[in-house]
């Protein structure tokens, strides 16, 4: 488990303030626990809601006391973004207090049909895997880890749908919404101009560095046949550090509260370093691919060891987000194998 938020840090005085606060909640997850900020205005409003457990939701409501706040008492539901552990409680909490629950329009459809696009998502991740060298019986494994966790997440009614660049307006603040994707497809961040606040939620985090997940998109219907799917799979690693890029151009900022962790202040230091961290580990994958041409899984064992067998999807992600880099850069090429693997090879040097 990495840093957690801590209430008694100039950050959170600060988000405190400006009329913020953080309200960590327990999840299952090898992150720890996810962050979710009520919004003391008008509409009173809770920007994700944590994981679908009654240990989550007792936590919600106790910390909403301290406040003087009622679950009953919400007046809009914000969601950052698709993964389980910041909206799996939306629904139970929207129909208690008859709060809408406000998303990126792309989420609608598949929060609507939860399961059967999380199940669309497990078929895409398998052929992704199967194609960049993970055998075939970790990927069973790991579908059916996916599937056990399945309930931390729930069906969810978008009630009003985001658009990238709009402004939502409360009695005392108005936030900007920026579709920032790349450690998801839905990534949504909301800035506080006025007040210099910015609320990242995973797009950016001080203790760990966003994994750049390859997921299915968003817009591809949910029945799209997987291997096409797989062949067309983001890049996610690239998608991710063109937001970054947007995200660092942004002013003025002093306060970044973001969905896991200690609330911090340098967003350019922090996205300066995480991209020399990325550069570092494009550069040490091109060395491995010089050596011999290797598969994605291979490349992920050769950086990882056996954290790339138990967390097999995350670390193919990551190596396969920097041979991206590589490609782009004319360093790397992708050839499909007769066993229908890909393999990665250093691209022939131009004749001199
Ligand atoms: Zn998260």
């Known amino acids: 488990m990495s840093a957690l938020w801590d209430a008694a840090s100039p950050e959170a005085a600060l ?7 953080c309200i960590p909640l327990p999840t299952p997850f090898g992150i720890g626990p996810v962050n ?48 389980m552990d910041h909206l799996g409680l939306a629904e139970i909490v929207a129909r208690r207090s008859g709060a809408p629950v406000a998303a990126l329009a792309s989420l609608q459809e598949p929060l609507a049909r939860y399961d059967e696009w999380m199940e669309a998502d497990d078929r895409f991740a398998a052929a992704v895997m199967i194609r960049h060298g993970i055998p075939e019986e970790t990927t ?32 005392d603040r108005k936030l900007e919404v920026f579709h920032r994707p790349g450690h998801s497809p839905s990534d949504t961040i909301f800035f506080d101009r006025a007040n210099r606040t910015l609320l990242a ?29 797989a062949v067309e799979r983001p890049k996610s690693l690239m998608i991710y550090l063109d937001s970054l890029a947007e ?13 896991h962790g200690p609330g911090f202040t340098d967003h350019v230091a922090l996205i300066e370093e995480r991209r020399r961290l990325h550069e570092r580990r494009a550069n040490k994958l091109m060395k491995l691919i010089e050596a011999n041409p290797r598969t994605g899984y291979e490349l992920a064992q050769a950086l990882w060891g056996n954290v790339a067998v ?15 880099l590589l490609i782009a850069e004319g360093r790397v090429s992708e050839r499909r194998g ?9 691209s022939s040097s131009p004749t001199s």
């Open 15 to 21: 988000a405190r303030e400006r009329g913020i606060h």
């Open 36 to 83: 979710t900020y009520l919004i003391d205005d008008d509409p009173l409003t809770l920007v994700d809601t944590g994981p679908n457990s009654g240990l989550a939701l007792d936590a919600l409501e106790s910390e909403l006391k301290l406040l003087g706040k009622r679950i009953e008492d919400l007046e809009l539901i914000i969601l950052s973004h698709q993964h």
């Open 140 to 171: 069973l494994a790991l579908r059916s880890v996916s599937r056990s966790f399945r309930g931390w997440g729930a069906p969810t009614t978008v009630s009003r749908c985001l658009e990238d660049g709009e402004t939502l307006t409360f009695r």
């Open 201 to 229: 939620a995973d797009h950016l985090i001080a203790s760990v560095s966003s994994n750049p997940l390859i997921a299915r998109p968003l817009e591809f219907p949910i029945d799209v046949p997987e291997e096409s799917a």
């Open 247 to 259: 995200t660092m151009a942004m002013e003025p900022v002093d306060l970044i509260l973001p969905g």
């Open 310 to 324: 138990t967390q097999a999807y995350l670390t193919l992600s990551e190596a396969l987000g920097h041979v991206d």
């Open 338 to 346: 007769e066993d229908g693997r890909s393999y990665f090879e250093a």
